[in-house]
């Protein structure tokens, strides 16, 4: 699994060259033109949202239920009435894996939105009042982090009935920490900088200082390094479910069908090699997003 | 910087006691015990095997007792396997895990150092492209989608290599190359991405000015810093490698650690989780101070900053 350190300060970067600067012309557009110039990551946005209007749409247009069984079909390569074939036991597989995507997917979004809030919320807090505090929080994270916490995950979805609702947490609990290392630094370099100071000094309250002026500063880092963990958190989860721990059959999630797909792999090829594809495919671009934000947003992260 | 290792040990050692106890509870407090799978157990029977192992003693007690034991070295009992201690049952499968570890490892490195120099120092031409590609392809295919395909393609079709087991040596070709390519894709985007930062500073104009050889240049001057990357990835990277290999153990069935582990786990065999989790929680510390050491040496900043 990728580690992520704090990224470095972030040091002057030739500025990109525009023309000059229409009105209404934010940052944030800046970044869309920034990112719509890059074609892998425009790619990867592109299939990213081909993939997800398939699983959500999909299975309502399908004639097929995820768990329609048809035993007399048993195992069908792909044809015209099943486009991708079907499973042993005669189920749709089209099917089976665009709602294994929504589950896949609404996993990888849930966690990572557990790991958000959490990591955001206890880097600001430790960043921004600094000091004793700021030392035990970050020692605690220090510590947490020599933790072996995929380790932990397979005990507790072993231990406690493989519940789905206990997998995001399970995950969340795990991934926070980079994030909120990422935050406190962010926070501890902004809150020095000049604009801050001017901020304090018209009289401005600390709440006002932290959700109007810092937190606006550190989204770039904040949705990059976000979009970096969802393939992490996604991988997590299908690789529990490939072990047997994760999502529970009759249900599909990615991670189940390619587990069932590598035991039936030797007759029925077709069953690894699709759902294995659209995975990997959707890894993929959630990765050349992540990379095409970093450059667009300008961040600089040690990761390459 | 004795003081910086003697703080981070005693950091580890702090975790590695938490560790510990919120295991040791984790397990006790989750329904089902190691002897409700087995059949015909009588109540006395049990109460025998209760007293037997301890396990009718209050769990402080319990606890107190396994942290003593464990103080010498024992990991306990097995609950499972009748007559055989934790502690054989971990020096009898952490070989395998290890060697399968020290191939990938080696594979990764070589691999991921290689392609990631390569492709800086023939930036933004087609070996660049080629071997980033390799990069992004390597972590966005997990590998138990890669083993799986590769089993069916050399193994199965081609008939190269056993689809399973771990008898000679060439049973450790497929899990190895797996495991490796894993790893090397991250490795060879990290010294991609560090050796470009430092093959833009003056101290290597200096030794170019200097008449060194680019070959000199690379492996001499730019690869010490530009790895600084690489060497703090290693650490949970290693600690992976060795021991986390689960998925690959159960496509390839190799009798590892990790299998053993999620046996445990589903037996509910106490004193083997247990015992297992410390060896990993051990491991992964040790490298991480390991790693810590290693990028102080290697880089005077983080020397002067701790």
């Known amino acids: ?304 | 910087m004795l003081r910086f290792i003697t703080s981070r040990f005693l950091q580890s050692l702090l975790a590695l006691f938490l560790v510990i106890t919120a295991t040791f509870f984790m397990v006790r407090f989750v329904p089902g015990g190691p002897f409700t799978a087995e059949k015909a157990v009588t109540p006395e029977i049990l109460r025998n095997l209760e007293a037997h192992y301890g396990l009718d003693k209050p769990l402080g007690q319990q606890y107190l007792d396994y942290l003593g034991s464990l103080a010498r070295g024992d990991l306990g009992p097995s609950f499972k396997y009748p007559n055989r201690t934790v502690n054989e049952i971990i020096f009898d499968k952490v070989p395998v895990s290890a060697e399968l570890g020290s191939i990938s490892l080696a594979v990764a490195l070589v691999l991921g150092i290689g392609l990631g120099t390569l492709a800086a120092i023939r930036r933004n031409t087609w070996v660049d492209y080629v071997a980033s590609s390799f990069g992004m392809i390597g972590i966005s295919i997990p590998t138990f989608v890669v083993g799986p395909l590769l089993v069916l393609a050399l193994a199965i079709h081609l008939g190269w290599f056993n689809a399973s087991g771990w008898y000679g040596p060439a049973d450790r070709v497929l899990p190895a190359l797996v495991l490796g390519i894993a790893y090397a894709a991250p490795i060879s985007r990290l010294t991609r991405g560090g050796l470009l930062e430092v093959l833009n500073q003056d101290f290597i104009r200096t030794a170019r000015a200097k008449g060194a050889s680019e070959f000199r240049v690379v492996t001499r001057h730019a690869l010490r810093g530009g790895l600084l990357p690489v060497v703090s990835f290693l650490g949970p990277a290693v600690a992976g490698i060795l021991t986390g290999s689960f998925v690959i153990e159960t496509i390839f069935q190799i009798p590892g650690i990790g299998r053993e582990f999620v046996n445990s786990a589903f037996n509910r065999d106490y004193t083997l989780v247990l015992g297992t989790v410390i060896l990993y929680a051990v491991l992964i510390m040790a490298l991480n101070l390991a790693v810590d050491i290693a990028q102080a040496w290697m880089n005077p900043k983080v020397r002067l900053e701790s």
């Open chain 1, 1 to 304: 699994m990728t580690s992520f350190t704090s990224p470095a300060p972030a040091a002057p970067r030739p500025a990109p060259v525009d023309e000059p600067v229409e009105q209404g012309n934010s940052l944030w557009h800046d970044a869309w033109l920034r990112l719509r110039k890059n074609k892998l990551a425009t790619f990867g946005l592109a299939s990213l949202a081909v993939i997800a209007f398939a699983c959500l749409l999909g299975p309502l247009l399908s004639p097929y239920g995820y768990e329609e069984q048809n035993l007399d079909l048993g195992a069908s390569a792909p044809s015209g009435a099943h486009w991708l074939g079907t499973d042993t036991l005669g189920r749709d597989l089209l099917v089976r894996l665009l709602f294994g995507g929504r589950i896949s997917l609404a996993v990888g979004l849930a966690a990572t939105f557990v790991a958000l809030t959490i990591g955001v919320v206890y880097g600001a807090v430790a960043g921004f009042f600094g000091g004793k505090l700021d030392a035990l929080m970050m020692r605690s994270v220090d510590i947490m982090y020599s933790m072996p916490f995929p380790i932990f995950v397979i005990l507790l979805m072993v231990l406690f009935g493989r519940n789905i609702i206990l997998l995001f947490v399970a995950i969340g609990a795990v991934e926070w920490l980079t994030m909120a290392r990422i935050v406190r630094g962010q926070v501890m370099s902004i809150k020095k900088m000049e604009f801050i100071e001017a901020a304090r000094s018209l009289g401005l309250g600390r709440r006002r200082i932290i959700f109007r002026h810092i937190l606006p500063n550190m989204l770039g880092p904040i949705i990059v390094y976000t979009t970096l963990t969802i393939p992490g958190v996604m991988l997590l989860e299908a690789f529990l479910s490939f072990l047997g721990l994760g999502v529970q059959p009759p249900m599909s999630s990615w991670g189940v069908l390619i587990k069932d797909g590598a035991e039936k792999m030797e007759e029925f090829p077709w069953l690894l090699v699709f759902p294995g594809t659209v995975f990997s495919l959707t890894l993929f671009s959630l990765n050349f997003l992540g990379d095409g934000l970093r450059d667009a947003l300008d961040v600089r992260s040690s990761k390459d």
